[in-house]
Protein backbone atom coordinates (compact mmCIF):
# COMPACT_ATOMS: atom_id res chain seq x y z
CA UNK A 1 0.00 0.00 0.00
CA UNK A 2 2.90 2.47 1.06
CA UNK A 3 4.35 2.05 -2.28
CA UNK A 4 1.03 2.24 -4.24
CA UNK A 5 0.80 5.56 -2.44
CA UNK A 6 4.16 6.71 -2.85
CA UNK A 7 3.94 5.93 -6.95
CA UNK A 8 0.30 8.31 -6.55
CA UNK A 9 2.23 11.15 -5.28
CA UNK A 10 5.35 10.58 -7.42
CA UNK A 11 3.07 10.79 -10.44
CA UNK A 12 0.98 14.06 -9.07
CA UNK A 13 4.37 15.47 -8.69
CA UNK A 14 5.62 15.02 -12.00
CA UNK A 15 1.86 15.79 -13.61
CA UNK A 16 2.00 19.30 -12.38
CA UNK A 17 5.65 20.26 -12.81
CA UNK A 18 5.32 18.74 -16.67
CA UNK A 19 2.29 20.68 -16.93
CA UNK A 20 3.46 23.74 -16.10
CA UNK A 21 6.68 23.40 -18.59
CA UNK A 22 4.15 23.26 -21.48
CA UNK A 23 2.56 26.43 -23.15
CA UNK A 24 -0.18 26.39 -24.80
CA UNK A 25 -0.43 28.01 -28.75
CA UNK A 26 -3.14 30.66 -26.63
CA UNK A 27 -1.21 31.63 -24.23
CA UNK A 28 1.82 32.97 -25.54
CA UNK A 29 1.85 36.48 -25.90
CA UNK A 30 2.50 37.76 -28.91
CA UNK A 31 2.61 41.46 -28.08
CA UNK A 32 5.61 40.21 -25.32
CA UNK A 33 7.37 38.83 -28.14
CA UNK A 34 6.95 41.13 -30.55
CA UNK A 35 8.97 43.56 -28.14
CA UNK A 36 11.05 40.73 -26.91
CA UNK A 37 11.76 40.28 -30.64
CA UNK A 38 12.74 44.13 -31.12
CA UNK A 39 10.29 44.44 -33.70
CA UNK A 40 8.89 47.59 -32.90
CA UNK A 41 13.35 48.83 -34.15
CA UNK A 42 12.22 48.72 -37.90
CA UNK A 43 8.84 48.16 -37.63
CA UNK A 44 7.55 50.58 -35.51
CA UNK A 45 5.14 49.80 -32.13
CA UNK A 46 2.13 50.06 -33.77
CA UNK A 47 3.62 48.00 -36.92
CA UNK A 48 4.54 51.50 -39.50
CA UNK A 49 7.85 52.75 -38.88
CA UNK A 50 7.97 56.41 -38.23
CA UNK A 51 11.49 56.25 -40.77
CA UNK A 52 10.17 53.69 -43.44
CA UNK A 53 12.78 51.30 -43.02
CA UNK A 54 10.90 48.53 -42.64
CA UNK A 55 7.27 47.09 -44.94
CA UNK A 56 3.99 48.36 -42.87
CA UNK A 57 2.72 45.55 -40.97
CA UNK A 58 -0.85 47.29 -41.33
CA UNK A 59 -0.79 46.14 -45.00
CA UNK A 60 -3.92 43.83 -45.09
CA UNK A 61 -2.56 42.27 -48.47
CA UNK A 62 0.28 40.61 -45.87
CA UNK A 63 -1.44 37.28 -44.91
CA UNK A 64 -1.20 35.48 -41.47
CA UNK A 65 0.57 32.45 -43.65
CA UNK A 66 2.74 34.99 -45.48
CA UNK A 67 3.46 36.30 -41.76
CA UNK A 68 4.91 33.27 -40.36
CA UNK A 69 6.67 32.35 -42.93
CA UNK A 70 8.90 36.11 -43.49
CA UNK A 71 9.25 35.81 -39.57
CA UNK A 72 10.25 32.33 -39.91
CA UNK A 73 12.64 32.44 -42.82
CA UNK A 74 13.41 36.10 -42.76
CA UNK A 75 12.72 38.34 -46.53
CA UNK A 76 14.32 37.26 -49.51
CA UNK A 77 13.88 40.99 -50.32
CA UNK A 78 15.37 42.83 -47.46
CA UNK A 79 18.63 41.00 -45.57
CA UNK A 80 17.87 43.24 -42.20
CA UNK A 81 14.83 40.84 -41.91
CA UNK A 82 16.25 37.94 -40.44
CA UNK A 83 14.84 34.19 -39.99
CA UNK A 84 13.41 34.34 -36.28
CA UNK A 85 12.95 30.29 -36.70
CA UNK A 86 16.14 29.62 -34.71
CA UNK A 87 15.21 31.64 -31.59
CA UNK A 88 11.54 31.10 -31.36
CA UNK A 89 9.23 28.24 -31.85
CA UNK A 90 6.42 27.59 -34.25
CA UNK A 91 4.15 28.50 -31.71
CA UNK A 92 5.96 32.03 -30.71
CA UNK A 93 6.40 32.70 -34.36
CA UNK A 94 2.98 32.58 -35.19
CA UNK A 95 1.77 34.68 -31.42
CA UNK A 96 3.99 37.16 -33.28
CA UNK A 97 2.72 37.30 -36.52
CA UNK A 98 -0.98 36.59 -35.17
CA UNK A 99 -0.43 39.99 -32.75
CA UNK A 100 0.85 42.00 -36.26
CA UNK A 101 -2.40 41.13 -37.55
CA UNK A 102 -3.74 43.53 -35.25
CA UNK A 103 -1.98 46.11 -36.82
CA UNK A 104 -3.89 45.59 -40.10
CA UNK A 105 -6.59 48.77 -40.58
Known sequence: ???VLLFLSL???FVLFTANTYQIEDEIDGKAL???ANCAACHGKKGKSLLNIAPSLRNPA???TQRIEIITKGSKNDPSMVAFS???SKAEIKAIAIYTMSFVK
Request: proline share 7%.
Open 34 to 36: YKA
Open 11 to 13: LIV
Open 86 to 88: PKY
Open 62 to 64: LTL
Open 1 to 3: MKK
